[in-house]
């Protein structure tokens, strides 16, 4: 027909299609969660929108999820009658990818050697849709919009190109079949052919999707004849509206795996509810490893919200700090009203109140895991610790919290950081502040000459080398009543009495000379002193109590101010 086109796909999604074809990823029977999981979504955006919008025109009294077998085609199709997709939305969502971090992810895995680690990147990105082209040879995307009257035809075996065509006769919604590769290659260990393993995999990955899945089979009748009859795969029940003891491990990641789109577990799971004037479920999860977005302006933050079981918004920010953005999950709030705005809820009162409980439990957790699981706090620190820092500056309310959460690289241990409490432990006698430095890297914060007089007085120093740092450290100011003092500022005064009468005799002496160089750096520098700081070099340049540390400077400069 001269309504067929061939398309090229965008070149990240041709990349990304060709380690799918070629299949980098072990486990390969996750394609069929992608594929439930986008139906999930587009059943949940049809019931949302014939909610908001009473003009559209389409029948939402039983939607679903169809799975259906071809044994002799070797085929396999998952079916919803959901939001469906117009011509352009399938050539700009099936075509192109548009999830930030997709170019830094491309660099990783042509960086990365080893087939794990690639392996791991994949699933930490979530390769959606194209994890078909693991089991299929060819995929064929057949959609109608709901509200419009044609539909879409959409086909490709993965390569290079995919076309499209206008149908008629497109049901509204989308099914999606898979041309299965043949069963007997080395590298597909499953029949997705067979009822059974269908049936194991949405029991394993989606028993939780809130729509039925069904699939009609085959049952032995009467006298040798076979009957047909169509079953329900999936029990359907709303994870946090269970109470905890009803609820196990494995189906907690699994729904986690659903709402994050990871495919990674989790490292925390906290399920909690909140009664009284404003009732709510919530079930948070705390990612093992950071996303490729997280300090991406695009980047997705906040949680899913929903209202009595009903999906209302992914990515719901008001729920969720900006510093805490790396938390994903539900939270169910049964007294709001479906047609809740997002400019609506950074206002309303009630959320606000849900919103300081969510994030006293999240920081209770973490205060608790890094108690009691030091090594998974060890895993988080180091995934989101920079992000935590950010609090800091956004979250008074919880600063004293958030101080003692801090790992901080010192001067004592290059391999173990220390917390604020402990490095107050160990202050020496005498010693009133809290010492830092800050730049780029241990390293060059290492060989500072700002170091010496530290180092030989046997004083510990806070390392700290995220752009944050420099922040964070001049708001907070002090912790447990001794100031935070930068080593690179002002005169820090390190001088026992019979030290400060040396220092006085050989002022005098060298008065002259001080004058002296004083005027002939006058262009560069406020004042030449004497200093206890140095022990092996013989000058080093400081900033004023009140100046910007070196590293702040280049910020601003860097940033053009
Ligand atoms: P993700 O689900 O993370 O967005 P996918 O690759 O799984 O990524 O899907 C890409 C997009 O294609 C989805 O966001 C959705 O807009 C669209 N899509 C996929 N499957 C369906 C479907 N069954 N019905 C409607 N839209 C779909
Ligand atoms: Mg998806």
């Known amino acids: ?46 019931r949302l ?21 071809d044994k002799d085609a070797r085929t396999l199709t998952v ?42 990147l994949i699933g930490q ?52 079949t898979l041309h299965l590769k043949p069963a007997d290659t080395e590298d597909n260990l499953h029949d997705y052919t067979a009822e059974w393993t269908v049936r194991e995999i949405v029991k ?59 495919w990674a577990d989790p490292l925390e799971t906290i399920h909690m509810r909140g009664e009284g004037t404003f009732e709510y479920e919530a079930l948070l999860f705390l990612p093992s490893h950071a996303p490729l977005d997280l300090f991406s302006p695009q980047g997705h933050r906040g949680v899913q919200l929903y209202v009595k079981r009903v999906f209302i918004m992914d990515d719901c920010d008001a729920l969720m700090p900006n510093y805490l953005r790396f938390v994903k999950g539900v939270v169910d709030a049964h007294d709001l009203s479906l047609n809740i705005s997002r400019e609506i809820l950074q206002q309303d009162r009630q959320i606000r109140a849900v919103r300081r409980r969510l994030v006293k439990k999240v920081l209770a957790t973490l205060t608790e895991m890094k108690a009691e699981r030091a ?24 600063s004293e919290t958030l101080l003692n959460l801090l790992r901080l690289a010192s001067t004592r241990d290059a391999d173990e950081p220390t917390t604020l409490a402990d490095y107050v432990g160990r202050m020496k006698d005498g010693q009133t502040e809290i010492y830092y430095a800050t730049g780029d890297s241990r390293g ?22 995220d752009p944050v740092d420099e922040v964070w450290v001049e708001r907070v100011g002090a912790y447990d009543g001794k100031t935070l003092r930068s080593v690179a500022k002002g005169q820090v005064d390190l001088e026992t009495d019979e030290e400060k009468a040396k220092t006085d005799q050989e002022r005098k002496e060298y008065a002259d000379l001080l004058t002296w160089m004083s005027e002939a750096l006058a262009d560069s520098v406020k004042e030449v002193r004497l200093s206890s700081r140095l022990t092996t070099s013989p000058a080093c340049v400081v900033g004023d109590a009140h100046d910007m540390t070196p590293t702040l400077e280049k910020m601003y400069r860097a940033m053009g101010q």
């Not at 067929?4 to 029977?29: C, G, P, W």
């Not at 929108?49 to 799975?67: C, F, N, R």
């Not at 117009?86 to 990365?112: F, P």
């Not at 992000?387 to 979250?395: H, N, S, T």
């Open 1 to 46: 027909s001269d309504r067929v086109e061939t398309l090229e796909f965008q070149a990240e999604a041709r990349q990304l299609l060709q380690l799918m074809v070629h299949s980098i990823y072990s486990n390969k029977d996750v394609f069929l969660r992608e594929l439930i999981s986008n139906a999930s979504d587009a059943l949940d955006k049809l």
């Open 49 to 69: 929108e014939s909610l908001v919008d009473k003009d559209l025109d389409v029948d939402t009294a039983d939607l679903h999820i169809e799975l259906e077998i």
């Open 79 to 120: 079916r919803d009658n959901g939001i469906g997709m117009s011509r352009d939305e399938v050539v700009g969502l099936i075509g192109t990818i548009a999830k930030s971090g997709t170019a830094e992810l491309l660099r990783k895995l042509r960086e990365s050697q080893d087939a794990a680690a690639s392996q791991e």
């Open 204 to 262: 394993r990955y989606s028993d939780f999707i809130a729509w039925p899945i069904r699939m009609t089979v085959e049952r032995p009748g009467e006298e040798g004849a076979t009957t047909t009859e169509t079953q329900t795969l999936n029990s359907m029940k709303a994870l946090w509206a269970r109470s905890r003891d009803e609820v196990d491990e494995a189906e907690y990641h699994e729904f986690y795996k659903h709402v994050a789109r990871d």
């Open 444 to 465: 060059t914060i290492e060989n500072s000459p700002h170091l010496e007089a530290f180092r030989a007085k046997g004083y510990e120093v806070l390392i700290l080398t």
């Open 375 to 398: 090594e998974a706090y060890r895993t988080f620190w180091g995934e989101f610790g920079a992000v935590l820092k950010e609090g800091l500056l956004e979250d008074t309310d919880n």
């Open 125 to 176: 990105f979530g390769v959606g849709f194209y994890a078909t082209f693991m089991v299929a040879d060819t995929v064929t995307l057949v959609t109608r919009r709901a509200g419009q009257s044609g539909g879409t035809r959409w086909e490709s075996a993965g390569e290079g190109t995919y076309s499209v065509e206008s149908v008629d006769d497109a049901p509204q919604g989308t099914s999606v």
